[in-house]
């Protein structure tokens, strides 16, 4: 599984991308899971089973699922709870949950 999640910069996600290796690594679920900045999305999608994006860019949803419907793979916004507790089990679910749909 390759998990991509977005932010404005690439770096408020990096904790949230620790805890989910975290979580993945105590689950034995083998994964690859990155971070990056808004303007490389279009790119590193091509990489991605699932796309996540963290709330704050909620706004740039439809435009990002345009894309990732291009690229054949599912996206969606990570829930604001979750981000802000930085819950890696709960967005490693939704990513894996995403990926099997």
Known sequence: MNILLAC???MST???VKKMQEAAA???????????AQDKVE????KADVLLIGPQMRFLKQKF???????GINMDIIKPMDYGRCDGNA???AAID????
């Open 8 to 10: 404005s910069s690439g």
């Open 14 to 16: 990096s904790l949230v």
């Open 26 to 36: 105590k689950r034995n679920i083998e994964c690859k899971i990155w971070a990056v």
């Open 43 to 46: 790119e590193e999608m091509k």
């Open 65 to 71: 699922e345009t894309m990732a419907k291009e690229i």
């Open 91 to 93: 967005i490693l679910d």
């Open 98 to 101: 995403l990926i099997k749909k």
